[in-house]
């Protein structure tokens, strides 16, 4: 049977600490902590494997943070085949502010990696596509992993024709996007810089949103566009359609990790053959369901259910 493969090529112990008021210039107390693996393409196998899926995460670990990181998802039940390499894992830190619900992230930028490794990882990425429904590749690069690492990533496993999701910014979503993956989720802003060489006008402007979705969809050749927007929810650009995807009401605990649960919210829905419909409703209510959670990347089937029922997606124009 096929599974979802996540590739986190900075993974990183996540730690949270809650802060019932964050004061610049104090010795801030933290009332509690949580401690987890992640790093966005773990997040995203997380959520897959609390959705009952099938789910192997890789990407590079080191050192003793990196044998937590196993560890940590052994004991979750997730299944795991990273590449070990030299130095330490990075923590990132999230200081989540009780009294606003506000956080503030802090990350650190993690390992240092060589040509070695990198050539190690794309060949456990080819072992692993022979048996994916998808590949979700998500995150920022470790220094030495050269921008262009996503790119060779998704010309890699090509010839197994599996749908790649690529989540990441800046000049690894910029040259990843040359690999044509399947699907990209920036939000507007990254989307404004990935056209601002054809199209002019404000990030704001819906008139660009629109343009910009439709030249990656023709120019890049890129089937699925989805450009978060927050609260507001979503933009899809797919199949020659644009579709609004509301995003469902909720008081969040800790927004931490939405945006990877939304991608694996649509990996889930690839694997399963869902309709464009049902896999943005899926991807939504994923988002809003972690947003509930003190930790990133968990969500609640019986939640992500119900938000399901309340979570609209409409056709609105044509590409
Ligand atoms: O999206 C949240 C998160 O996945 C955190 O778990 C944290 O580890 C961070 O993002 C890492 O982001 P980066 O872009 O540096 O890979």
Do not use: W
Not at 160 to 176: A, E, K
Not at 233 to 243: D, E, H, I
Not at 274 to 302: E, F, R, T
Request: include cysteine.
């Amino acid at each position: 049977a096929r599974h979802l493969t996540t590739i986190t090529l900075n993974a990183a112990i996540d730690k949270t600490y809650f802060v019932p008021e964050l004061v610049p210039g104090k010795a801030n107390r933290a009332s509690r902590t949580i401690a987890q693996a992640g790093g966005k393409g773990i997040n995203a196998a997380r959520v897959a494997h609390s959705l009952g899926e099938p789910v192997v995460a890789t990407g590079f670990v080191a050192g003793l943070n990196g044998q937590m990181i196993r560890s940590g998802l052994t004991q979750e039940g997730i299944s795991h085949q990273f590449v070990e390499a030299a130095g330490e894992s990075r923590t990132c830190l999230n200081l989540l502010n009780e009294a606003t619900g506000e956080s503030l992230e802090i990350l650190e930028s993690g390992l240092q990696i060589g040509e070695a490794d990198c050539a190690r990882l794309i060949e456990q990425v080819k072992l692993l596509a022979e048996s994916s429904s998808v590949i979700v590749m998500s995150g920022s690069i470790p220094s030495g992993g050269g921008s262009d690492i996503y790119q060779r990533l998704i010309d890699a496993v090509k010839e197994f024709q599996v749908p790649v999701i690529l989540d990441t910014s800046g000049d690894s979503l910029l040259s990843g996007i040359q690999a044509s993956p399947f699907m990209i989720k920036p939000n507007k802003e990254e989307s404004a810089r990935l056209t601002s060489d054809v199209i002019q006008g404000g990030a704001d402007d819906e008139e660009r949103l629109h343009q910009t979705i439709r030249h990656l969809a023709q120019a890049k050749q890129i089937p699925c566009i989805a450009v978060s927007l927050g609260e507001k929810g979503a933009l899809v650009g797919y199949q020659g359609k644009l579709y609004s995807v509301s995003a469902a009401k909720v008081q969040a605990v800790n927004p931490v990790g939405s945006g990877d649960s939304f991608v694996a919210g649509f990996a889930v829905s690839l694997h399963r053959g869902y309709d464009i419909v049902q896999a943005l409703k899926l991807a939504s209510a994923c988002g809003a369901s972690n947003s509930l959670h003190s930790a990133a990347g968990v969500v609640m089937p019986d939640e992500v259910a119900s938000f399901i029922e309340e979570i609209e997606v409409r056709e609105i124009a044509s590409l």
